[in-house]
């Protein structure tokens, strides 16, 4: 198992090369030069990238390329809950464990490390956070 040290703004993260490779950024400075000992990503939180660094953990294995929309807008208008349009249920509990602070940064970062997957499932939590919040009580 080869790690790779990525240093964040605050400190840095060790993480499998397999995980850090899912961020099409990581994996293109890997390809360009991996002698390197450590990626400098000093607009990040530590926080935000071991969360980051977690999911790319779990989709490691997977094709995350984010091709296929998770979601369509119609599936957004209605559905109540994240479970409802996600099916995958860890990245459900992902999501939902996250702080609104935590979530934003989780995007930010994914999309600066170019993760698209990741991306789409942070911000299907925050269209029905905010489809919730704007609709008229019952």
Same mark, same amino acid.
């Given at each position: 198992?080869?790690?790779?040290?990525?240093?964040?703004?605050? =400190?840095?993260?060790?993480?499998?090369? &397999? *995980?850090?490779?899912?961020?099409? @950024?990581?994996?293109?400075? !890997?390809?360009?030069?991996?002698?390197?000992?450590? %990626? $400098?990503?000093?607009? /990040?939180?530590? *926080?935000?990238?071991? &969360?980051?660094?977690?999911? #790319?953990?779990?989709?490691?294995?997977?094709?995350?390329? =984010? =091709?296929? $929309? !998770?979601? @369509?807008?119609?599936?957004?208008?209605?559905?109540?809950?994240?479970?409802?349009?996600?099916?995958?249920?860890?990245?459900?509990? +992902?999501?939902?464990?996250?702080?609104?602070?935590?979530? #934003?940064?989780? %995007?930010? *970062?994914?999309? +600066?490390?170019? /993760? $698209?997957?990741? %991306?789409? /499932?942070?911000? /299907?939590?925050? *269209?029905? +956070?905010?489809?919730?919040?704007?609709?008229?009580?019952?």
């Amino acid at each position: 198992m080869t790690v790779v040290r990525l240093q964040a703004e605050d =400190g840095a993260v060790e993480v499998e090369e &397999k *995980a850090a490779r899912v961020s099409k @950024t990581i994996d293109s400075i !890997l390809q360009d030069d991996d002698s390197s000992s450590e %990626i $400098p990503l000093h607009s /990040i939180r530590r *926080a935000t990238l071991q &969360k980051v660094m977690q999911w #790319c953990g779990r989709h490691a294995d997977e094709d995350s390329e =984010g =091709g296929t $929309p !998770l979601a @369509t807008p119609e599936t957004l208008t209605t559905a109540k809950a994240t479970e409802e349009v996600l099916d995958d249920e860890w990245d459900t509990i +992902y999501v939902e464990e996250m702080s609104w602070e935590t979530l #934003c940064d989780v %995007i930010k *970062a994914a999309s +600066y490390l170019h /993760i $698209p997957r990741l %991306i789409q /499932i942070a911000q /299907i939590k925050i *269209a029905l +956070y905010l489809r919730a919040e704007s609709s008229p009580s019952e």
